[in-house]
Structure formats: C-alpha cells, structure tokens
C-alpha cells in the first residue's frame, strides 16, 4: 500500500518582531534576524524539520528551540503528517546548547509553552536560570517527546549535550556512521543535560562510564548499546530515513499514536520522568555552586574548551 503523497512544501521559520523588540530592550545580542533558523517541509507524510544553523554546528538558542516547537506543532496538527523527521544543516546534526554565538539569546523573553514558571528576564541566581532551564531545556524536550507522531532522528557529525537531548527526545534514531554522541558536562562539574535520560537509554553502567569520561561515542558503538536504531554511510542517511519514515507512514495514524503512548508510559513507569526530576535539582545545585565559588554557573567553560577538551581526549 502506498501512502498518500502531496507535493513537497516548504516553509521556513524566522524570530518574530515581538522576540526581535524583546531583544532589544534586553540588551541581548540580537536573535539571528537574516538567519532561516528552522526550516519546515512536507514530503508526502513526512514532515522534515531542519535546524539551521550550521555555521555554528546547530548550537540551540532560544530562538531556535521556539522554532523547533512551531514546527512540530504544525506538524502534530496537519493531518495529512504521519512521520516527522527531526534534521541538523550542514556537517553536524547538533553541538548542543548555545554556549558562546554572537546569537545567543540568553537574557531574551519569549512566550513561555512547556510550563508556568516566571519570565527568567531581570532575575539572579537560581530564581532565573530555574526558571529559564524548566521551560526551554527540560520542558520543551518532554513536550516533544509526548508529540502524538512518530519521530525520527537524522544524526550526521556531532550529536552533543544539548543534541542528545533533541535526537533522544525522539523515537527513532538512524545515525551516518561518522556520527557521534557525547555529553561532557561533568567538566563543568554538571551531572548530565537537562534531560536526564542516561541511565534509561544506555543502562547505568555505560550511563556512568559516558559521563565520567565524557568521550565521544561512535555510531557504531551507540548501536551496539541500543541507542542508536540504524547505522549507515553518510551518503545513504537522507534515503534511509525517508524510506523508514514512509514505511511507518503506511500504518494508521491513531495506531501510531497509541503505541508511542503506550511506549512512553512504561517508560516513565520504569522511573524515567521522576528520575529526571531529581536528578534536574542536581544539575542546579551545580549550577549554582559553580556561581558561588567560582565566576560563572557553567564552571569557567565554554564552547571552545570542550570542544579543544574533547578533541585532545581528556
């Protein structure tokens, strides 16, 4: 049987003028105004949804994650989508967080939508980066993750810290064989991303051995642990994805959606959503010990030095 296909659409997303003037009143580096930083498109039954920033390895900031959830929103609500597809422009899928662009858009105010928690803008210490980290890291990713449609992930080069969060928010993940997935934030004295997922995706043993090395993990290797769905060349990513995108497709939506469901609450039977809880106190406890005893909350790193970090395998 052969899924109803449309003509291919495209449609991309920019900040809005409220998110522009937000910035600057704020005083924040402006959001990436000339910059597409989410595109959107239908293929058939698939929606594919691209970050776009590769000039800076789809580094997330605000802007972008708003993005991302316009588009799986139009996605969830188009009934002609069966599948989305969550890719990264460029070389790399994502190098996680916005850490250190000239975009980043920290101290910028948006429509909050994964929670309740205050604006972050103008507040100090733990009444901010609470509040910002409860909507736009761990919130939005559980938003997502409960999405009533199958989603995969298309992983090409890196797949870090904040990435892992995006790719492990989705269902499936089918990665080029020079991917790869790290979370090195232990570095900066942090137990693991906002979206503590470790020890569910990975078991605790190799949860415990990622994160205290903060190595990179191969593609191959992420297989083999059962992280990873498929593996293959770099040049066949796009047609593997497409095609087991489109063989899902087939199956009848509520179908699909009751799966997912029925799927994610064992998980979260199994500890996953309380476990993130607790563990999301300690990565804010770090936080906030680095600010204390230090000059920064992420505990005088950047983008730059974990990256020169892992390079050198330290």
């Avoid at 020079?178 to 693991?192: K, L, Q, T, Y």
């Avoid at 078991?203 to 090395?213: V, Y």
């Avoid at 476990?275 to 005893?293: I, K, P, Q, T």
Wanted: charged share 25%.
């Amino acid at each position: 049987m052969v899924p109803h296909r449309r003509p291919m659409t495209l449609t991309t997303y920019t900040p809005g003028e409220k998110e522009m003037q937000m910035s600057e009143t704020s005083g924040a580096a402006p959001h990436d105004a000339a910059v597409e930083v989410v595109r959107y498109e239908t293929r058939g039954p698939v929606a594919v949804v691209t970050m776009n920033r590769p000039e800076y390895r789809n580094a997330q900031n605000s802007t972008m994650t708003y993005a991302l959830d316009d588009a799986f929103y139009r996605a969830a609500a188009d009934d002609e989508v069966k599948v989305i597809v969550l890719a990264g422009a460029g070389k790399h899928f994502s190098a996680g967080h916005d850490i250190g662009t000239p975009g980043r858009d920290i101290d910028s105010s948006f429509d909050r939508r994964a929670g309740l928690w205050w604006d972050h803008v103008g507040k100090a210490g733990v009444d901010s980066r609470f509040a910002r980290e409860s909507e736009v890291y761990l919130g939005m990713c559980r938003r997502w993750r409960e999405l009533p449609k199958p989603m995969i992930a298309m992983v090409q080069g890196a797949c870090v810290a904040g990435g892992l969060m995006l790719a492990w928010s989705c269902d499936l993940i089918v990665a080029s064989d020079d991917a790869f997935f790290a979370d090195p934030v232990v570095r900066m004295g942090i137990p693991g991303v906002e979206y503590f997922a470790h020890p569910w995706v990975l078991g605790p043993r190799f949860a415990k051995e990622f994160l205290f090395t903060g190595d990179r993990m191969p593609a191959a290797r992420a297989a083999e642990l059962g992280m990873v769905n498929r593996v293959v060349a770099r040049d066949d990513l796009e047609a593997e994805v497409m095609g087991l995108a489109t063989r899902i497709a087939q199956m009848p939506r509520l179908g699909l959606a009751l799966t997912k469901k029925a799927v994610n609450q064992a998980e979260d039977l199994m500890g996953l959503r309380d476990g993130m809880d607790s563990v999301f106190g300690l990565h804010h406890a770090a936080h906030a010990h680095n600010a204390e005893v230090g000059s920064d909350p992420l505990g005088g790193q950047d983008a730059r030095s974990m990256r020169d970090a892992a390079r050198r395998g330290e």
